[in-house]
T-cell receptor, first 109, second 111 residues
Framework: EDQVTQSPEALRLQEGESSSLNCSYTVSGLRGLFWYRQDPGKGPEFLFTLYSAGEEKEKERLKATLTKKESFLHITAPKPEDSATYLCAVDNQGGKLIFGQGTELSVKP | DVKVTQSSRYLVKRTGEKVFLECVQDMDHENMFWYRQDPGLGLRLIYFSYDVKMKEKGDIPEGYSVSREKKERFSLILESASTNQTSMYLC??????????FGSGTRLTVV
């Protein structure tokens, strides 16, 4: 069964303390891996798409990487406004995305 | 800027009422989806549609139905609302290999 697992479930950082979020996946045929950010009470907002192992994407303090088994979302020198839940999802050629449970990130000043 | 618009941000309905949640996208996407999101359970797929008048059951379709009469509009219907349907409902649309574009969500409370 295709599956996506995110870790940790929750992460607390001090402002400026860099870290990484993990997304492990098992799918029969990966067509793409997606990262989203979700603020409380709002819909998820698209961040990145990764299609093949070795690919990397960057946006401000965020950098997403992909291997054949997992993806990392690296957060460099985070700020309080980076606090949110980060969701990972994969496209397994079934037309719909399979989501992980998310990592709730809290960045304290 | 592309958009998925959900008609209501907050709704309060009574048990037994028939509830309609509307979703409209302006991107000419063929694929549309309805999810519910609950603490600790993540996103769960209720129904999806690949084209006009087509619908497919997701993981938790019981107690729900959908309608897609036009390409841009995908409606979720709660035939007889119950308290266990209190949740955040998210609509999304998608174009082929792209990711989803989500709406802002509808927080439904059934009392």
């Amino acid at each position: 069964e295709d599956q996506v697992t995110q870790s940790p479930e929750a992460l607390r950082l001090q402002e400026g303390e860099s870290s990484s979020l993990n997304c492990s996946y098992t799918v029969s045929g990966l067509r793409g891996l997606f990262w989203y950010r979700q603020d409380p009470g709002k819909g998820p907002e698209f961040l990145f798409t990764l299609y093949s192992a070795g690919e990397e994407k960057e946006k401000e303090r965020l950098k997403a990487t992909l291997t054949k088994k997992e993806s990392f979302l690296h957060i460099t020198a985070p700020k309080p406004e980076d606090s949110a839940t980060y969701l990972c999802a994969v496209d397994n050629q079934g037309g719909k995305l399979i989501f992980g449970q998310g990592t709730e990130l809290s960045v304290k000043p | 800027d592309v958009k998925v618009t959900q008609s209501s941000r907050y709704l309060v309905k009574r048990t037994g009422e028939k509830v309609f949640l509307e979703c409209v996208q302006d991107m000419d996407h063929e694929n549309m989806f309805w999810y519910r999101q609950d603490p600790g359970l993540g996103l769960r797929l209720i129904y999806f549609s690949y084209d006009v008048k087509m619908k497919e059951k997701g993981d938790i379709p019981e107690g729900y139905s959908v309608s897609r009469e036009k390409k841009e509009r995908f409606s979720l219907i709660l035939e007889s609302a119950s308290t266990n349907q209190t949740s955040m409902y998210l609509c999304a649309s998608r174009l082929q290999r792209d990711g989803y574009t989500f709406g802002s969500g509808t927080r439904l409370t059934v009392v």
